[in-house]
């Protein structure tokens, strides 16, 4: 297995609401990534966890809440988001924080109205 | 900060190299550099990095100046299938975020018939 699964692909939220983004891999990968990118721009850095402890924080809202339960599994925690949290976010894996190219997966496209 | 710099756009020929440049003219000694496409509505997928030396693979061959102050990624024979926006990403050590995919905005390059 060389993928990185995110779910849902699509997710519609109200800003009332508190919801989850999943992300798994099965490839023995010890540092996981969530990145967020709002439309015609580049992939911004939120949340890094090497070896399932969170490592870097990109100084993210905290309206969003990184999990990381064991070393396949990312999740992150959304809770009374505003409409200009709407994005695709995506998750990364990588072999470790060292020279090794991330895996992306496809990503969660989340509209918050 | 992004630490490289591309043109917005390029057009290729299919069936013709595509040469996309990058430069990186603050690149210290440790950098990498590295290259990522995101194809439209998918994650960024890793195409290739190199510190000095000359690397090529698969999809693509990097070549690096020898001041290493720019690079410039080669599609060897371009398909309709390799639009996509390319990103050139100077990369430190691990360690705090220059250890981590930090995304430029990239070069938008069509492929046509």
């Known amino acids: 297995d060389t993928e990185v699964t995110q779910t849902p692909k699509h997710l519609v939220m109200g800003m009332t609401n508190k919801k989850s983004l999943k992300c798994e891999q099965h490839?023995?990968?010890?540092?996981m990534y969530w990145y967020k990118q709002k439309a015609k721009k580049p992939p911004e850095l939120m949340f890094v966890?090497?070896?399932?402890?969170?490592?870097i924080n990109e100084s993210v809202p905290s309206r969003f809440s990184p999990e990381c339960p064991n070393s396949s599994l990312l999740n992150l925690h959304l809770h009374a988001l505003q409409p200009e949290d709407s994005a695709l976010y995506l998750c990364?894996?990588?072999?470790?924080?060292?020279?090794?190219?991330?895996?992306f997966g496809s990503g969660t496209r989340l509209t918050v109205v | 900060d992004a630490k490289t710099t591309q043109p917005t756009s390029m057009d290729c020929a299919e069936g013709r190299a595509a040469n996309l440049p990058c430069n990186h003219s603050?690149?210290?000694?440790?950098?990498?550099v590295y290259w990522y496409r995101q194809i439209h509505s998918q994650g960024p997928q890793y195409i290739i990095h190199g510190l000095k030396n000359n690397e090529t693979n698969e999809m693509a061959s990097l070549i690096i100046t020898e001041d290493r102050k720019s690079s410039t990624l080669i599609l060897p024979h371009a398909t309709l299938r390799d639009t996509a926006v390319y990103y050139c990403i100077v990369r430190g050590n691990y360690g705090g975020s220059q250890g981590n995919l930090i995304f430029g905005k990239g070069t938008k390059l069509s492929v046509k018939p």
């Open positions: 490839m023995g990968h010890r540092a």
């Open positions: 603050t690149i210290s000694g440790n950098e990498y």
């Open positions: 990364a894996s990588s072999a470790g924080q060292g020279h090794y190219g991330y895996t």
């Open positions: 966890y090497s070896y399932e402890k969170l490592s």
